[in-house]
């Protein structure tokens, strides 16, 4: 689908601002899921025997647009890309930068990562463990999941952009683009529905915690990615560098989306957080265990035939579709400038993302070992105020440190190692 190509001038730095939030989002999530989530997938501090309810709630939110928001940004980026390049050369770039990382990372980062977990460092046992993870390999592995599942929607996207070719449907011609942009305010709009509809019927097969083979990537959440990542590639070519509000009007057919003043993110993320308690609704009624919708360990709780399944997939999509357009309409607001300090430039937030899982797995390890020694918790670790607010306490601490380490270590790499630059 040929688009006219942008301005070069005009870079839009706050897609730049978003993807680098959107890392320190991912990243910030999984201390909090240690921390906050006793059933979380990952580790669990030794600082905490139960979940904490905020937390839970924290994390059950942003599972519901975090990701979603991260294959938009991918898919309008791509789209950006691929109208740019041949079929070819975009190929080649995200073979490169997309399919090496994940190979480097799950065959031999993630083997060396088992290593990092031995708690006696011996050459036999170094050997032992690096040897059955590396074996073990099946695909792709931690982080890399995304740039996994990321790659197979960009091959995905330039097969059907030839298929448009042969069909004559490639050209995008000015009579078109209302057509298109109408298409896309309906997807906005309505498409959660059918993508809410869809993941309720998946997680009754495949509950939350269940991946697919060699990208391992959680079934039920699945479907809203492709779809956020759909919308990407829409929103680009139908000039529309963000997501349009759910009940958002008058949105132009021919000229780009301008910032809405009303679109509120505080109000989106309020109603998220305010309708959370409906999930738990139908257990009350029926005296059903639902349990908190938070982390992938949710499993049958939130899936099959139930009514707090569907409650859960309308609720997941809604908080999406909610958020999703107004944190996109905020940064465009308030953060349409290059990044203020060389940390946090979107430079380094590839690396990042790849690296935070043992970056953070060591900061938390260190915190345990100084807090709990061999384990056990201190006696102030019992009292109720530390077991209520600890949590947020040691999520907002660590998840800066790991945050910081994080950023900066993929910026050590980028700038210092030679070639890696070229792979993230």
Same mark, same amino acid.
């Given at each position: ?11 839009? &730095? ?10 320190? &989002? ?21 600082? !905490? ?8 709630? %924290? ?48 065959? !031999? ?6 290593? %990092?977990?031995?708690?006696? #460092? ?14 073990? !390999? ?12 990321? +790659? ?14 042969? #069909? ?13 942009? @109408? ?8 498409? #959660? ?18 991946? +697919? ?19 990407? &590639? ?20 021919? =000229? ?27 257990? %009350? ?19 099959? #035939?139930? =009514?707090?399944?569907? %409650? ?7 908080? *999406? ?31 990042? *993302?790849?690296? &935070? ?19 056990? @918790? ?24 790991? +945050? ?21």
């Amino acid at each position: 689908m040929a688009t006219p190509k942008p301005n070069p001038t005009s870079r839009r &730095h706050y897609l730049d601002q978003l993807r680098t939030y959107c890392t320190a &989002h991912v990243i910030v999530h999984h201390t909090a899921g240690a921390y906050g989530y006793g059933g979380a997938e990952g580790p669990h501090s030794a600082c !905490f025997d139960k979940s904490s309810p905020l937390l839970t709630a %924290f994390l059950a939110v942003n599972l519901a647009f975090g990701l979603g928001q991260f294959f938009w940004l991918s898919g309008f980026l791509s789209a950006e890309s691929l109208s740019r390049s041949t079929d070819s050369k975009f190929v080649k770039s995200k073979l490169l930068r997309l399919g090496v990382p994940t190979l480097l990372y799950s065959a !031999f980062l993630d083997p060396l990562f088992a290593v %990092f977990r031995l708690r006696q #460092w011996d050459f036999d046992s170094i050997k032992k463990a690096y040897i059955e993870a590396f074996l073990k !390999f099946r695909g792709a592995c931690g982080s890399a999941w995304y740039t996994a599942t990321l +790659l197979v929607l960009d091959l995905c996207a330039v097969l059907f952009k030839r298929c448009l070719y042969i #069909w004559g449907l490639g050209k995008l011609k000015s009579s078109k683009l209302r057509s298109l942009t @109408q298409l896309y305010v309906m997807l906005c709009r309505w498409g #959660w529905l059918v993508v809410a509809g869809g993941s309720f019927l998946i997680r009754t097969r495949w509950p939350p915690g269940k991946k +697919l083979p060699i990208i391992d990537v959680q079934q039920a959440y699945l479907l809203q990615y492709i779809y956020a990542y759909g919308l990407g &590639h829409l929103a680009f070519h139908a000039r529309k560098p963000r997501m349009v509000g759910l009940l958002e009007r008058d949105v132009p057919d021919y =000229t780009p989306l301008k910032p809405s003043p009303r679109l509120s993110l505080g109000k989106a993320v309020a109603f998220s957080l305010g309708t959370l308690p409906i999930l738990l609704l139908p257990g %009350f009624l029926k005296k059903e265990k639902t349990g908190p919708p938070a982390g992938s360990e949710m499993g049958s709780n939130l899936a099959g #035939w139930t =009514t707090a399944a569907a %409650f859960y997939a309308l609720w997941n999509e809604l908080c *999406f579709n909610s958020i999703g357009p107004a944190q996109v309409n905020y940064f465009e607001r308030n953060q349409n400038q290059p990044a203020k300090r060389k940390l946090w430039s979107p430079r380094y937030s590839y690396g990042a *993302f790849l690296l &935070h899982p043992p970056v953070s797995w060591a900061i938390g390890e260190g915190v345990d070992a100084l807090l709990c020694a061999e384990g056990k @918790q201190p006696a102030w670790m019992k009292s109720r105020v530390w077991k209520d607010l600890g949590p947020i306490l040691m999520t907002g601490v660590v998840g800066t440190a790991d +945050l910081v380490a994080s950023f900066a270590t993929s910026m050590l790499l980028v700038d210092y190692v030679p070639g890696v630059g070229k792979l993230i």
